[in-house]
């Protein structure tokens, strides 16, 4: 088997695999960042399902322009579940999603639908938004010392290797490895979200005990 099929081929099963944990997870906690997860994990895999079904069509713009909508629709969706994460309103995700929308489209007109020109500018722009939720995570997202760190880090680093995207993908030797390393990355974020998650809850449970526990006493005290 070609390499960069293997590596598509593992890009997809490991997206498909995060959206199904996810969404088992969200059926059992109901926590809605978890479902927003899984719904970016699900969008991500079908560029790579687009990209395989290429593989036998290269020339069909159709399954392009699926993939890059793809790519623009699961950044979306992690800036809204990087936000509910934080608790914050989803004021700036929905402009963030409008614009990029209104400029994908604007620049499918002038450049052509499908082409290079406009993926290029793509996964710029999802580069600079990974690089900007890395630092979020990093400096002001959730309370977890060990979930913020894995997920900021992943994140800045996997913007960084978005960004190189334009450089590095004419070179067909790298391609299977940029998969790769974007599979490990996605692998990494989960854990990261994962842990972040669970110690926030923990966190939650033991303030609402430590509240119960101030109640019961200052009770207790006023009965003695």
């Not at 498909?16 to 895999?45: D, H, K, T």
């Not at 995570?137 to 992943?154: C, E, K, Q, V, W």
Request: glycine share 8%; proline share 4%.
């Amino acid at each position: 088997m070609d390499l960069t099929l293997a590596a598509t081929i593992s890009s997809l099963s490991i997206s498909m695999i995060l959206a199904a944990v996810f969404a088992a997870l969200f059926s059992v906690e109901r926590g809605r960042n978890l479902g927003m997860w899984s719904l970016a994990w699900l969008i991500y895999a079908v560029r790579f399902f687009f990209e395989i079904l290429q593989a036998g069509h290269p020339t069909h713009p159709a399954f392009t322009v699926v993939r890059q909508l793809a790519v623009l629709a699961s950044t979306d969706v992690v800036i809204f579940a990087s936000y509910r994460v934080a608790n914050r309103p989803a004021g700036l995700p929905r402009i963030v999603a409008g614009a990029s929308v209104i400029l994908y489209l604007a620049g499918s007109i002038v450049a052509g639908f499908g082409t290079q020109a406009v993926t290029d500018a793509l996964f710029a722009f999802t580069g600079v938004v990974y690089l900007w939720l890395g630092v979020a995570y990093l400096t002001r997202i959730g309370r977890s010392p060990l979930g913020r760190p894995i997920t900021g880090i992943a994140l800045f680093v996997w913007g960084i290797h978005k960004l190189d995207y334009p450089v590095l993908s004419p070179d067909l030797g790298f391609v299977p490895w940029g998969y790769f390393l974007a599979s490990f990355l996605n692998l990494v974020v989960a854990i990261g979200i994962l842990i972040l998650f669970y110690e926030n809850v923990k966190d939650d449970l033991m303030e609402r005990e430590a509240k119960y526990r101030g109640v019961f006493n200052n009770h207790h005290t006023v009965m003695l």
